[in-house]
């Protein structure tokens, strides 16, 4: 297998994949880090939940996002690890509202870390045990906002103090010491600047009653990123709005913080599926499914546009519908909605989904002994090479 293959074709010229395989375009990665750096009026981090494979984290750090949200000690250590081999120093901020003792105390003594989320007085009390010196210490109390917006998946069910409950926290926290910040997020795929703006209002007002001079605001992740059934407006206008918003309603504005997870890497990952079989009743059955990288395909449809190779060649024609199986022994296993593919597809053939950065080998299990977290550099993508003269939807930040 070669380091980097300069397109897809030239990939299936060597090799005809049995396992799932990921296609990562480092560019299009850089491109999305360069809009989020140069554009937003604050740190950029990123949220390694979305994707935490060591190719694409590396290639974070060669381009120079040196700030990470981490949900976990396992992923503390990924990405310490992955710095230390190329000698990187990054900073980490362990976002996951709730958390272990245990692991509260690892990750300040053994890993260093600084920066910790929290949203009720339970989880302070944990932080008070285990932190010993609070003033090096940046604690961010997540809260929700009132107003609803619209989003692919609400965050906010699970977790955020309520707008009383985070005044409150926020006096306990600077009281005690630490350096007191707010966070929150406005759920998954925010389609309107306004919840941001809102969000932003509501932490200046949490700030106000609690009379805390706020160290940092977060205003989480959330940024859509561009599918067939799902995008929002350019990420430029999210920018402005938030930087609008925290001189408006802020007499002090803060220092800015987003961690971004799908819309920085979705865009940087293809994933080459191969059809296993195909029966005469027009039902497809590929070597991954939703134990694997199509696990977000079971739960919401964002729309993926799809494109299909025969022996090195896109095939193309009139498109169906086909109801797609996984590769498992589990019924559950497969996808809610039909793949419209070429009516010619068959077995041997293969399936080049995009917009699979986020979400799709992070989510994989190992049901059945059938992976899926094989990743692979390809320069060119080829959905971005076709889709200026197709109906495809334009990669995000092209």
């Not at 906002?145 to 926020?170: C, M, R, T, Y």
């Not at 919840?195 to 940092?216: E, G, P, S």
């Not at 992070?362 to 080829?382: C, E, H, I, P, R």
Request: with cysteine; charged share 15%.
């Amino acid at each position: 297998m070669l380091d980097c293959y300069p397109n897809t074709r030239h990939l299936m010229q060597h090799q005809q994949p049995e396992q799932p395989l990921y296609l990562f375009h480092k560019q299009l990665l850089e491109q999305s880090i360069d809009q989020f750096q140069q554009g937003f009026p604050g740190l950029l981090t990123y949220a390694v939940k979305a994707n935490p494979s060591a190719m694409v984290i590396k290639a974070m750090l060669q381009h120079g996002v040196e700030a990470y949200d981490v949900a976990s000690v396992a992923e503390i250590k990924l990405v310490q690890n992955l710095a230390k081999s190329l000698d990187k120093t990054v900073t980490l901020h362990y976002h996951n509202p709730i958390k272990s003792e245990s692991a509260i105390a690892e990750a300040w003594h053994q890993c260093g870390v600084r920066s910790f989320a929290l949203d009720d007085e339970f989880e302070l009390a944990k932080l008070l045990k285990q932190i010993p010196d609070p003033a090096s210490t940046e604690l961010s109390v997540r809260f929700v906002a009132p107003v609803k917006h619209e989003v692919i998946l609400d965050l906010n069910s699970k977790f955020g103090a309520s707008v009383n409950g985070a005044i409150k926290l926020l006096r306990k926290v600077h009281a005690a010491g630490f350096k007191a910040s707010l966070t929150f997020h406005p759920g998954t795929q925010c389609t309107q600047t306004q919840a941001y703006v809102d969000f932003i209002a509501c932490a200046a007002d949490i700030a106000k009653h609690a009379q805390v001079t706020l160290h940092r605001l977060n205003v989480g992740g959330g940024f859509p990123a561009s599918y067939v059934k799902s995008f929002g407006p350019e990420l430029a206008q999210y920018f402005a709005a938030i930087k609008t918003a925290v001189n408006t309603y802020f007499d002090v504005p803060p220092a800015l913080v987003c961690e971004p997870g799908r819309s920085l890497v979705n865009d940087s990952v293809s994933l080459l599926l191969k059809v296993l079989h195909r029966r005469e009743n027009g039902s497809l059955f590929l070597n991954d499914g939703v134990y694997g990288g199509l696990l977000e395909m079971k739960v919401v449809d964002l729309g993926w546009p799809m494109l299909c190779w025969r022996q090195g060649q896109l095939i193309d024609g009139e498109r169906v519908p086909f109801k797609v199986f996984g590769p498992t022994c589990d019924s559950i296993d497969v996808l809610p909605t039909p793949m419209y593919l070429p009516k010619q597809i068959q077995d041997g053939d293969y399936i080049e989904v995009p917009l699979m950065g986020a979400y799709s080998s992070a989510s994989a299990t190992q049901f059945n002994g059938f992976l899926s977290d094989a990743y692979v550099q390809v320069k060119v993508s080829s959905y971005c090479s076709i889709q200026q003269a197709s109906s495809l939807p334009l990669v995000a930040g092209l």
